[in-house]
């Protein structure tokens, strides 16, 4: 599902991440824990091709080749309008700060990145209902996000993350805006979907509850992961 190899990243001079490896299994939840300034979030934008690793300097050509695989498909070798479209269909992000559009409602919020992917209106509202009911949020489709709770948004951006019935989910720091119940119903939420839908997902998260029900728990320390 997601295979890395020998992940470096630096800004500047610092050097973020130091050759990570790793593998992911389909629909496998894994956590990634660490102290603030670890690499985790950097990380994790690598994995979700937000970002890409750093080239090598020339001493290290004899190093092991760097590599992102995910679903089978060669990521560091796509220009970036095949990334993109691989990313739309292939990749859901929930992130802390929700990111919803303030001026369209719950139910446009969650179209949104099926219509960047061109799916027709009709299906893509239908399928948007669907999820939104799921997620029991079908009364308030028509709610713009200054009028839904913080875990309805969260809500809301689940089911954004979803319409596109990505393999992967991306998820930074979801429940670290939310109340202790919210955050234990979102939680919840990601291994009822991993369950139903064999969705695979990849969770930063300082939250040790969270960290600690995940398939596998990883734990970075100074831009590697630790064994």
């Known amino acids: 599902m997601i295979e890395v190899k020998n992940i470096h990243k630096y800004y500047d001079k610092l050097h973020v991440l130091k050759g990570v490896d790793l593998h992911i299994k389909k629909g496998e939840i894994v956590s990634i824990v660490g102290s603030s300034g670890a690499g985790k979030t950097t990380l994790l934008q690598i994995l979700g091709t937000l970002d890409k690793p750093s080239s090598l300097p020339n001493t290290d050509i004899q190093k092991t080749t760097t590599s992102l695989f995910i679903n089978g498909q060669d990521i560091l070798t796509m220009n970036d309008k095949v990334l993109s479209t691989f990313r739309n269909l292939n990749l859901g992000f929930i992130f802390q700060f929700h990111q919803l559009l303030p001026e369209f409602t719950a139910l446009e919020n969650v179209c949104i990145p099926a219509f960047i992917a061109n799916k027709p209106k009709g299906e893509t509202e239908q399928e948007a ?5 799921y997620l029991g949020l079908s009364h308030r489709i028509n709610h713009k996000p200054n009028e839904l709770s913080g875990g309805e948004q969260q809500r809301v951006a689940v089911a954004r993350a979803l319409i596109n019935k990505p393999a992967v ?6 429940s670290g805006n939310l109340d202790t119940t919210s955050a234990e119903n979102l939680h919840q939420l990601f291994f009822k979907l991993r369950d139903e839908f064999g969705q695979t997902f990849v969770i930063v998260t300082h939250n ?6 995940a398939d596998r728990k990883l734990v970075m320390v ?3 992961i630790s064994n």
């Open 129 to 133: 209902k669907k999820l939104l009911d």
């Open 169 to 174: 989910i991306f998820a930074d720091e979801p």
């Open 208 to 213: 040790e509850e969270l960290a600690n029900m």
């Open 222 to 224: 100074d831009g590697l």
